[in-house]
């Protein structure tokens, strides 16, 4: 359940930030304009998505057996990371658009699916 746990962060954080640029919610945090998102802040204080993270659940998800949609939604994860650190320069706004909207789709679908595998599993 953890990549689906993880996808599900990784799609509130798409949302968020696609509402943020909708709205033109922006921040000034020292010298450096950033986008308002304070749910994104409020994960950021206790939680930090990053490599070892996505390495941790793959080797959880191959230890467990798990199904292949915790492979593929840790897959994802590995995508997102590599797609984060590629964008690390200032985008055009259709291209953060297209970036979130694209992300929102695919975590929410890997979201939708741990949701009904547990759902499932629970019965």
Request: hydrophobic share 55%; glycine share 4%; with cysteine.
């Amino acid at each position: 359940m953890l990549p689906f746990v993880l996808c599900c962060v990784v799609f509130v954080a798409c949302l968020e930030m696609a509402f943020a640029v909708a709205t033109n919610d922006y921040l000034l945090y020292d010298g450096v304009v950033i986008l308002n998102t304070p749910i994104s802040f409020f994960i950021g204080c206790y939680f930090e998505y990053d490599l070892l993270v996505c390495v941790v659940t793959l080797i959880t998800s191959i230890a467990i057996e798990a199904c292949k949609w915790n492979l593929w939604a840790t897959f994802y994860l590995f995508v997102h990371l590599a797609e984060k650190s590629y964008f690390d320069f200032e985008l055009d706004i259709w291209q953060i658009y297209t970036i979130a909207i694209a992300n929102i789709i695919v975590s929410g679908y890997f979201t939708y699916k741990g949701i009904t595998i547990f759902l499932k599993s629970a019965k």
